[in-house]
């Protein structure tokens, strides 16, 4: 037997992000035990909440209204959203903000409003900013969100913890199986209710603006536990990151100064080609339209040095554009550009798309439950929400409605269960299934494997998709999967904190969310928000459907299913 220790909880997270920690908070609030699995150090970690940057999506003061803000939301997303999850987690928008303003949020005020900005895709201003210009607001949660599970007693938080796979019982979860990374042990967890919050997979992608520990290890466990999948062709790649200077690459700052200054795209010919595209949006308009238009002018030879555009703010009067700087002086994006000897008053910055989010994931209805009994899904992790594309300001919205939903969700769920029973013998297999590293010493770098999954991803799993290539990179996929899965080994004789070790079992999530993302892309014939074909390049009605994958005895099986148009149709439909 593999020694281990033993948690029981009434609700397991896993995940300490925004989603995970205010499904942790309220979960507490109904009474449950709630043990908070997290991957790092919460607030130190990886999680993509850190580093957001403009602000977060409500509708709080008329002409707006909470009906503007689902149709923008649905409309943006290409009428592919599940839209009952729209105005059930979208409705929590505005009591979010006051919560957050109550935990010491420092958002933007004016006369005892909150100031919010105007962003392409919205019919009215609704994004909240950080009280001090030009500040991210992921700063802000840094401070306040890990503070909430310090307050709450029944709360435990088990830091440095990867989650290596679900547990099942009778066909429900009854929890997870977790290596601590801190002195190399298994650490089970038995749960009455489990609850996803896991983020995204941008670690999948060579360029973006995430932490590279994402490597879409919940998708990864839920897929492998038998929860259909929905959605995973649908991959947000942000616009505006910083490829140059080098001391600012990868930063999204840039893209804040599209509505704050009006920025303007020029291609390596000096042209303006965003009007090209979209006479009448031009520059103002979704970030995958813009990312889609820098994509191509790249393609076709006329991108910038470093593979992407030039964003330029000369157009603007030089004394605004002093002012504007005096006020942000101190902002650190600012202050490594003046290091470099860069003056956007004078100079042009280089932007490219980056892997920014993902829009599928676990399949949920508007509890947050997935297929399987007994686990829920939250934030990033879980899909149908976000549709073809999501509007800037929206993910934080999601993540704090859902949270709030799975928490109390799960919360009364655990209230009905007796004591979760866990089937040891699948606790060991998946020990035991861990520890496969060790036993090949002279075996394959995990490094190596993630760093082929990233060469096809950001190569064929873009914009401009094909199908043979996307067929190609599949059995290189299945090749990997066949070669050299089996194969990942660890140098490093120590157990704890070995990286070699979980690399190895990242780089099995990031093969497991590879394939089905590109699956997906492969099965959907049309182009709609953020997937684009070179060979189906128009919007197809009859693919208003979801992409859907579900793990039949290990075998990935893809099927579509309905879009729900609740709330509103899309005109193809509301003319028939």
């Known amino acids: 037997m593999i020694p281990k220790k033993y948690t029981e909880a009434d609700v397991l997270i896993i995940g300490g992000g925004i989603a ?79 919560l957050l303003d109550k935990w010491r949020v420092r958002w933007g005020k004016e006369k005892g409003r909150y100031k919010q900005a105007l962003l392409p895709g919205e019919t009215h201003p609704r994004c909240l900013m950080h009280t ?21 007693k029944n709360i435990q938080v088990l830091q440095d913890t990867f989650v290596i796979d679900l547990l099942k019982r009778e066909g429900q979860v009854v929890g997870a199986a977790g290596l601590d990374m801190k002195d190399g042990s298994f650490h089970i967890v038995a749960a009455k209710c489990t609850i996803l919050a896991t983020g995204g997979f941008m670690a999948c992608y060579e360029f973006t603006t995430a932490n590279p520990t994402l490597t879409g290890d919940g998708h990864g466990m839920a897929y492998r536990a038998g929860v259909k999948m929905c959605d995973m062709e649908f991959i947000q790649f942000f616009p505006a990151a910083a490829l140059w200077p080098p001391n600012v690459r990868r930063a999204h700052y840039p893209y804040s100064l599209f509505f704050e200054l009006y920025g303007i795209l020029f291609n390596s010919r000096g042209e303006r080609f965003m009007e090209r595209y979209y006479p009448v949006e031009k520059d103002f308009i979704q970030r995958e339209a813009q990312s889609r238009a820098i994509a191509r002018e790249v393609r076709e030879g006329r991108g910038s040095p470093h593979g992407g555009a030039y964003l330029s703010f000369r157009h603007m009067p030089r004394n605004l554009l002093n002012h504007f700087l005096e006020v942000r002086w101190e902002v650190p994006f600012f202050k490594d550009l003046r290091k ?54 929206n993910a934080l919205s999601f993540c704090m409605g859902m949270g709030y939903v799975a928490g109390r969700e799960a919360a009364t769920q655990a209230r009905s269960k007796g004591s979760p029973s866990l089937d040891e013998d699948q606790v060991e297999a998946v020990c035991s299934e861990a520890l496969r590293p060790f036993d090949h010493t002279k075996g394959i770098k995990a490094v190596e494997l993630k760093r082929e999954i990233r060469r096809l991803m950001s190569t064929y799993n873009m914009y401009h998709r094909k199908e043979q290539e996307m067929q190609s990179s599949l059995n290189e996929l299945a090749e990997m999967r066949k070669e050299m899965l089996p194969e990942l080994g660890t140098t490093v004789p120590t157990r704890r904190f070995n990286l070699d070790w979980v690399h190895a079992m990242e780089a099995r999530n990031m093969l497991d969310v590879a394939e089905m993302s590109f699956g997906c892309a492969l099965r959907r014939k049309e182009s709609r928000g953020l997937h684009e074909r070179a060979d189906y390049p128009d919007q197809d009605p009859a693919w208003l459907k979801h992409n859907v994958i579900t793990n039949v005895d290990g075998e990935m099986h893809f099927a579509t299913e309905p879009v729900d148009f609740s709330f509103m149709k899309p005109p193809e439909i509301s003319k028939a």
């Not at 403009?54 to 707006?64: E, S, V």
């Not at 599940?82 to 009591?95: G, W, Y």
């Not at 001090?132 to 709450?152: C, D, I, M, N, S």
């Open 132 to 152: 001090k210009p030009g500040e991210h607001v992921g700063t802000e949660f840094r401070k306040a969100l890990p503070r909430q599970l310090r307050l709450k």
């Open 20 to 98: 995970g920690i205010r499904a942790a908070v309220e979960a507490s609030e109904q009474g449950a035990a709630v043990v908070l699995i997290n991957k790092g150090h919460v607030g130190q970690d990886g999680a993509a909440v850190w580093m957001a940057g403009g602000g977060m999506q409500a509708a709080l003061y008329p002409p707006d209204s909470l009906e503007q803000h689902f149709r923008d939301t649905i409309v943006g997303g290409k009428f592919l959203n599940q839209q009952d999850q729209v105005v059930k987690f979208l409705s929590l928008a505005p009591e979010s903000v006051d």
């Open 340 to 393: 470099v000897g860069v003056d956007i008053r004078e100079d042009a910055l280089e932007i490219g798309p980056a892997a920014h989010y993902i829009q599928g994931g676990c399949w949920i209805n508007d509890r947050c439950e997935t297929t399987l009994p007994g686990l829920y899904a939250a934030g990033e992790c879980a899909g149908g929400k976000d549709g073809a594309d999501r509007l800037a300001g």
